[in-house]
């Protein structure tokens, strides 16, 4: 009876317990190192399924390709887009359609492939342009003619027509990664989840599914070295449970929720640098022209009064980000200063009333995220007071994503939607979703212009940075004419990291592991 | 016994066989297109229909289902298109990581709830059987993800005792233990309560028989009266609620790989089914099942051997 009934705890077990505590806060150590130097722990928001360029599914796919492959050139961290020669030497344009490059003498590829050729580079862009090749990528290639081998290591690169992207968002990106022409047709074509003839600063050493990539210094990088012995990279879908990671010490880098920042900023976990960046996604209020009520243009122009964009941004984003001017962010050709219609309630009630429409009920379509659903309540709550209902319908990603297509029949009675897309620092990207062509696959407001199409086109091959400005307004100002689209904000990006890192972050910021350095 | 026992397996074939079909109804039920969330805005038409092909989604769902269940029959769930890895393969590499949190699970509730119900039966009505009796409640009551966030925010991040991400590194068994002990207290805690409640209750109807009265009056030690003769028979009851309690802890699985970001089934399902990648679903659900209605017949077996009175009712 007495061992089960006395449950006093004694001195000797109180300390016996206070030194077990004591012993395990000391098992979890705060610096990592390697035998080689520091480790570096970062969190990424997906595991990878293929690390091969031309067929990646996401930018942390991306983020590993782009160190374990030399690319011609590589995005430079900073406060503005640049690029920097990387596997090449030399890299100019001779003329909007030229392109004449020089590999460095002495890049060589894992897995005794050799040493990188212009061979290697005329196979690895043209795979990606190669329509039977179905990359979804192509299009950073859109314009390719050829890749012309000069010799060993110097070749040129013909386009068909100029193309304004090329140096942006396809030369420094994976799409310009140069892979071992050798060591992919030997694989049949496709690379796969274990990288083959690598070549860049760093090496793929362990990927565990679910668990880490784990990278490695490349001891046959004869240039700038990585600042860390290793990079250990956690998928980590969830933005709180890397905040929560972070400030247990077990990340030295994570991106944040946004509505963290505030919070982060006024009280950062200690020795931490609070980063806040500008976006460039954009984020907007949809209305699908070809079904009622919003075939009706005046009722698009009536939300688009009705819609106080500020408070939706506020009460979303928690006052971290700001209200967008249209789908081009601050910073690019194009970016507009001001909307042509903003919040007159009064207004919209007038246009509502006017057209016998007051008391109508829309459905308002969102992927499940918290900031979205807050945006679409207070809007629900902005239509209300022009007397409008709103029914918020929250879909998961795997619905969302296809609500608008044509190959279903949601796209008739999807009317209002609130969605994000990321982007590439060049304002092709955000108005190529917006075409004729594009109505049933992303276009889902089915706004229909053959001006717009046609400036699109001229956007692409236009190298005039002014010219490029004034079409890229334009088309903003058509896509706001027409009444489809209330722009919201272009979000912006939250990353904590240690002060002993010093964070390689591009102007958007998203990493570059190759810059990232023990402070 | 062997008799019993090819009759819970055949039970279990069809259990499983009816959890297929219903994974399948449910999956394809649901709006979405795997092709379009996995290739993204680039995608052109061709290429999705490609893929759709590749998946075999251009059949028809009962040809689906037949194909997969045919080559599971032989051992074959199929390839992951994306990356091109079989997935038996796929869901193998994580099932190892949430057998790990169950068995944690079962650990922290075992060790605590069996001692627990036992001091609350031998002190019957008094403070301690009510304060156990409360916990007990509570513990039942707070969902696994609650304890989850909680014991995260202080044992973690408050108090940087444990990490708070990651299952450990590969090969360090320390390292691994230390990453098990929050989630598995997550999705042990309420059972915790369970088993001592269970516990409490079979003690209280055992130390009542008659056999126990004839040891008190031969006058043997009260412990060993409680933990001989006692607890050995109280205990049985337990095997068969903790062989319901693993499915529960898989699905409580799902809510501690979660907010640990660690690797597993759970996790495995859940970033499957939002991007509608079937063949991963089907093939993660058919081994869970398997393994959870095994589990359901080594327990029916287990309490069959350790209790001769449920033996001889087979026979």
């Not at chain 1, 984020?283 to 009706?296: E, K, R, S």
């Not at chain 1, 086109?457 to 706001?480: C, H, N, S």
């Not at chain 1, 004419?481 to 240690?498: A, C, D, K, W």
Request: net charge neutral; glycine share 8%; with cysteine.
């Amino acid at each position: 009876m007495s061992i089960l009934t006395d449950t006093r705890v004694s001195r000797r077990g109180l300390l016996a317990g206070a030194g077990a505590f004591g012993l395990a806060s000391m098992v979890n150590p705060k610096i990592s190192w390697s035998a080689d130097g520091p480790i570096l722990k970062v969190r990424s928001y997906a595991d990878i399924q293929t690390l091969d360029p031309c067929f990646r599914l996401a930018a942390p796919e991306g983020d590993i390709t782009s160190v374990i492959f030399a690319g011609l050139v590589v995005t430079t961290p900073g406060e503005s887009w640049g690029w920097r020669p990387m596997a090449a030497e030399t890299i100019t344009q001779l003329d909007p359609m030229t392109v004449a490059f020089k590999l460095r003498d002495n890049i060589g590829f894992t897995d005794g492939y050799g040493q990188m050729t212009a061979e290697d580079v005329k196979f690895s862009i043209e795979r990606i342009a190669d329509p039977a090749n179905k990359s979804p990528y192509a299009g950073d290639w859109a314009t390719l003619k050829e890749v012309e081998v000069k010799d060993k290591l110097s070749g040129i690169i013909h386009l068909k027509q100029a193309f304004a992207p090329l140096w942006t968002s396809t030369l420094p990106t994976p799409s310009g990664t140069i892979l071992s022409k050798k060591a992919i047709t030997e694989l049949g074509g496709k690379l796969g989840v274990k990288p083959v003839a690598q070549s860049g600063p760093y090496i793929l050493k362990e990927w565990l599914p679910k668990q880490r990539t784990v990278l490695v210094r490349n001891p046959d990088w004869k240039y700038e070295p990585g600042g860390f012995a290793e990079i250990h990279i956690h998928p980590i879908e969830d933005e709180k449970t890397g905040e929560l990671g972070y400030e247990a010490g077990d990340l030295d880098y994570t991106w944040t929720a946004v509505s963290s920042i505030s919070r982060l900023k006024q009280t950062p976990p200690p020795k931490t640098k609070v980063v806040e960046k500008p976006s460039l996604a954009f984020v907007w209020l949809g209305m699908n022209q070809d079904v009622a009520p919003f075939n009706n243009p005046n009722m698009r122009r009536a939300v688009q009064y009705a819609v106080d964009r500020k408070a939706v941004v506020d009460a979303a984003y928690f006052g971290a980000a700001a209200t967008a001017t249209g789908i081009i962010a601050p910073g690019l050709p194009g970016h507009r200063e001001k909307n042509l219609f903003d919040y007159d309630p009064d207004r919209a009630r007038d246009m509502i009333a006017k057209e016998g429409l007051a008391g109508t009920t829309i459905t308002l379509d969102i992927l499940n995220k918290t900031e979205r659903l807050t945006a679409a309540q207070v809007v629900q709550s902005n239509l209300q007071d022009v007397g409008l209902n709103v029914e918020i319908k929250q879909n998961d990603s795997g619905t969302f994503w296809t609500l608008g297509a044509k190959e279903g029949d949601y796209w008739k009675k999807l009317q209002m939607i609130i969605s994000r897309f990321s982007m590439q620092p060049d304002p092709s990207w955000a108005t190529a979703w917006f075409t004729r062509d594009q109505i049933g696959v992303w276009n889902w407001e089915r706004f229909s212009s053959e001006e717009f199409d046609k400036l699109n086109a001229e956007g692409m091959v236009e190298l005039d940075p002014a010219k490029r400005d004034v079409i890229y307004k334009k088309l903003q100002d058509l896509m706001e004419e027409n009444g489809n689209y209330v722009f919201l904000t272009h979000e912006v990006t939250g990353v904590m990291y240690r002060d002993s890192v010093a964070a390689g972050l591009k102007p958007n910021g998203e990493p570059v592991f190759t810059d990232f350095k023990p402070a | 016994m062997i008799r019993y026992a090819l009759k819970r397996l055949w039970l279990g074939a069809i259990i499983i066989s009816f959890a297929l079909m219903m994974m399948f109804a449910m999956v394809y039920l649901i709006p979405g297109d795997p092709a379009s969330v996995a290739l993204g805005p680039r995608a052109t038409p061709e290429m999705k229909e490609a893929l759709r092909e590749r998946m075999g989604l251009d059949q028809p769902v009962w040809r689906q289902f037949v194909n997969f269940y045919g080559s599971a029959l032989h051992g074959d769930l199929g390839t992951e298109v994306l990356s091109d890895r079989p997935v038996l393969n796929v869901v193998m590499e994580q099932l190892p990581f949430t057998l790990a949190l169950i068995i944690g699970g079962i650990t922290w509730s075992v060790a605590l709830g069996i001692p627990l119900g036992c001091i609350a039966a031998v002190r019957r009505g008094g403070f301690v059987d009510q304060v156990i009796g409360v916990l007990s409640v509570a513990m039942i009551a707070v969902p696994s993800f609650v304890v989850a966030i909680y014991s995260l925010l202080v044992f973690a991040v408050a108090l940087q005792w444990l990490p708070a991400i990651g299952a450990g590194d590969p090969g360090n068994l320390a390292s691994q233990l230390q990453h098990l002990i929050l989630p598995s207290l997550a999705v042990g805690l309420g059972w915790i309560g369970y088993i001592s409640r269970m516990v409490r209750a079979s003690m209280l109807e055992t130390l009542e028989a008659s056999h126990i009265r004839t040891a008190r009056a031969f006058g043997l030690p009260e412990h060993r009266i409680i933990y001989t003769y006692a607890l050995r028979i109280a205990v049985l009851p337990t095997i068969t609620l903790l062989g319901v309690g693993i499915g529960h802890m898989l699905s409580s699985s799902v809510f501690a790989e979660i907010v640990f970001a660690r690797p597993g089934i759970g996790k495995l399902v859940y970033e499957a089914i939002s991007v509608r990648n079937y063949p991963i679903v089907s093939g993660a659900v058919l081994v869970t099942t398997v393994f959870f209605v095994l589990v359901n017949v080594a327990a029916d077996i287990l309490v069959g051997l350790l209790d001769p009175r449920v033996r001889s009712s087979f026979n």
